[in-house]
């Protein structure tokens, strides 16, 4: 083993997805040594549904991620619901804390971008690193570092394994979750767990200014046949191309036993020929993945871990949406770590950073409480079709669906619906 001593630094940034890079933007931005160890090589993709709900682009925002339209930003102006006989175009709320549109970008080029954005910062960012576990102090059982080997670009071993050390290592490794689970932080299954597939397909509807979202599919005409489990979406990237993909929420992480790619093709069969979903103008395979939600790996800080994006399991039971709070968590994180590299005891450090799950739970515990009940009532498509078809005519309930669905809602002052939400999410025992 190769102990490169020379390149510690003040935080260890496990995954180069966007709650590691936003992590380690902000470390670095804050004067922090920062070293970034990535698996795969950039461009690389990611299985998601591309979608950036207003949240997520005011965390962009906040970052100073140029997102003008020129530089291959596409812009949406709400959600387009189709379900229950109605087909509803529903604006994003007009906030003060939210910009009033979304965005949709490939993540073979979203997740280059925070990545350049993090080493333009000063992040040192070493791809093909496959973290291979966690290094303990001997005394204590604390995080001190990581182990990694250097990876060729189809995952073969390429190199000496090395050491790489910190004071606080940021786990961003995906829903695999390595580092927390060699610390024995394992998932809770009492915990929603999504599942979703996608693909992509060039299509006149590339352009498209709405994000799309399918409440019911159909095994063949609606209301002609059986009514297939989960919920569709189409986001338009703006390049010739559009995201097409579905997924399905269940209550606990038990296993499911549906054929989601077997149910995709159903689907496609079934949609109209001029969208151009067809094999010909399918780009890449039918590609899944699972959604870790509501916190569902705890705690979020232990002994010089921080757990960040879907390794936490922060995921919204609500849209399936990952990105925001992926990014939030890692600008919190990032902020408890410098505070905390500021303080000059020990004692005072580590609290410093154990602020970081208490403010994770302040900010979404609630939301994903309220999350975890919604799923339990959307999870049976037959409930869920009543729902669509009775609740979807009505303004006022779409308006305090559609906020919280995206959870771009005032969290403090706002209308009565947003007082109604941050109400709730206040009352409820907080995930």
Same mark, same amino acid.
């Given at each position: 083993?190769?102990?490169?001593?020379?390149?510690?630094?003040?935080?260890?940034?496990?995954?180069?997805?966007?709650?590691?890079?936003?992590?380690?933007?902000?470390?670095?931005?804050?004067?922090?040594?920062?070293?970034?160890?990535?698996?795969?090589?950039?461009?690389?993709?990611?299985?998601?549904?591309?979608? #950036?709900?207003?949240?997520?682009?005011?965390?962009?925002?906040?970052?100073?991620?140029?997102?003008?339209?020129?530089?291959?930003?596409?812009?949406?102006?709400?959600? *387009?619901?189709?379900?229950?006989?109605?087909?509803?175009?529903?604006?994003?709320?007009?906030?003060?804390?939210?910009?009033?549109?979304?965005?949709?970008?490939?993540?073979?080029?979203?997740?280059?971008?925070?990545?350049?954005?993090?080493?333009?910062?000063?992040?040192?960012?070493?791809?093909?690193?496959?973290?291979?576990?966690?290094?303990?102090?001997?005394?204590?059982?604390?995080?001190?570092?990581?182990?990694?080997?250097?990876?060729?670009?189809?995952?073969?071993?390429?190199?000496?394994?090395?050491?790489?050390?910190?004071?606080?290592?940021?786990?961003?490794?995906?829903?695999?979750?390595?580092?927390?689970?060699?610390?024995?932080?394992?998932?809770?299954?009492?915990?929603?767990?999504?599942?979703?597939?996608?693909?992509?397909?060039?299509?006149?509807?590339?352009?498209?200014?709405?994000?799309?979202?399918?409440?019911?599919?159909?095994?063949?005409?609606?209301?002609?046949?059986?009514?297939?489990?989960?919920?569709?979406?189409?986001?338009?990237?703006?390049?010739?191309?559009?995201?097409?993909?579905?997924?399905?929420?269940?209550?606990?992480?038990?296993?499911?036993?549906?054929?989601?790619?077997? #149910?995709?093709?159903?689907?496609?069969?079934?949609?109209?020929?001029?969208?151009?979903?067809?094999?010909?103008?399918?780009?890449?395979?039918?590609?899944?993945?699972?959604?870790?939600?509501?916190?569902?790996?705890?705690?979020?800080?232990? *002994?010089?871990?921080?757990?960040?994006?879907?390794?936490?399991?922060?995921?919204?039971?609500?849209?399936?949406?990952?990105?925001?709070?992926?990014?939030?968590?890692?600008?919190?994180?990032?902020?408890?770590?410098?505070?905390?590299?500021?303080?000059?005891?020990?004692?005072?450090?580590?609290?410093?950073? *154990?602020?970081?799950?208490?403010?994770?739970?302040?900010?979404?515990?609630?939301?994903?409480?309220?999350?975890?009940?919604?799923?339990?009532?959307?999870?049976?498509?037959?409930?869920?079709?009543?729902?669509?078809?009775?609740? #979807?005519?009505?303004?006022?309930?779409?308006?305090?669906?559609?906020?919280?669905?995206?959870?771009?809602?005032?969290?403090?002052?706002?209308?009565?619906?947003?007082?109604?939400?941050?109400? #709730?999410?206040?009352?409820?025992?907080?995930?």
């Amino acid at each position: 083993m190769v102990n490169r001593r020379d390149d510690d630094a003040d935080v260890i940034v496990v995954g180069a997805g966007p709650a590691g890079a936003t992590a380690a933007h902000y470390c670095a931005q804050a004067g922090l040594s920062v070293i970034v160890l990535e698996k795969a090589r950039f461009p690389r993709d990611k299985i998601c549904g591309d979608g #950036l709900t207003p949240r997520a682009v005011s965390e962009l925002v906040t970052m100073g991620v140029p997102i003008r339209e020129k530089d291959g930003w596409i812009r949406n102006q709400g959600l *387009r619901v189709i379900g229950g006989g109605h087909r509803l175009e529903l604006p994003w709320p007009e906030l003060a804390s939210y910009p009033s549109y979304g965005m949709a970008r490939a993540r073979t080029s979203f997740d280059q971008i925070l990545a350049e954005h993090a080493r333009a910062t000063g992040a040192k960012i070493l791809e093909g690193m496959n973290v291979t576990g966690p290094v303990l102090d001997e005394r204590t059982g604390r995080v001190v570092g990581v182990t990694a080997r250097p990876v060729d670009e189809q995952g073969r071993r390429a190199g000496e394994e090395q050491t790489f050390r910190a004071p606080v290592v940021v786990a961003a490794d995906g829903v695999s979750a390595r580092l927390a689970t060699a610390l024995g932080i394992e998932k809770r299954n009492d915990r929603p767990m999504g599942v979703a597939v996608r693909t992509y397909f060039e299509s006149p509807r590339h352009d498209d200014s709405w994000m799309e979202s399918h409440l019911e599919l159909w095994e063949g005409k609606p209301n002609e046949s059986a009514l297939l489990p989960g919920y569709g979406w189409i986001f338009a990237l703006g390049d010739g191309t559009v995201n097409v993909g579905l997924g399905s929420v269940s209550s606990s992480a038990a296993a499911t036993k549906i054929d989601y790619k077997q #149910l995709f093709a159903t689907w496609m069969r079934n949609v109209p020929e001029e969208w151009g979903f067809t094999e010909e103008n399918q780009r890449g395979k039918v590609r899944g993945a699972a959604l870790p939600m509501a916190f569902n790996r705890k705690p979020l800080y232990d *002994r010089g871990l921080m757990l960040v994006g879907d390794a936490g399991g922060m995921v919204s039971p609500f849209n399936g949406e990952g990105i925001a709070y992926a990014m939030q968590a890692a600008r919190v994180a990032a902020d408890t770590i410098a505070q905390s590299r500021a303080r000059t005891t020990a004692s005072s450090r580590e609290a410093a950073l *154990r602020r970081y799950p208490e403010i994770m739970r302040q900010d979404l515990g609630g939301y994903y409480t309220l999350g975890k009940y919604f799923v339990k009532i959307i999870e049976h498509p037959q409930i869920m079709r009543l729902c669509t078809r009775y609740g #979807l005519p009505r303004p006022l309930l779409m308006k305090f669906t559609v906020k919280l669905l995206s959870d771009c809602y005032e969290p403090r002052g706002g209308d009565l619906v947003d007082r109604v939400i941050s109400g #709730l999410t206040k009352i409820v025992p907080a995930a």
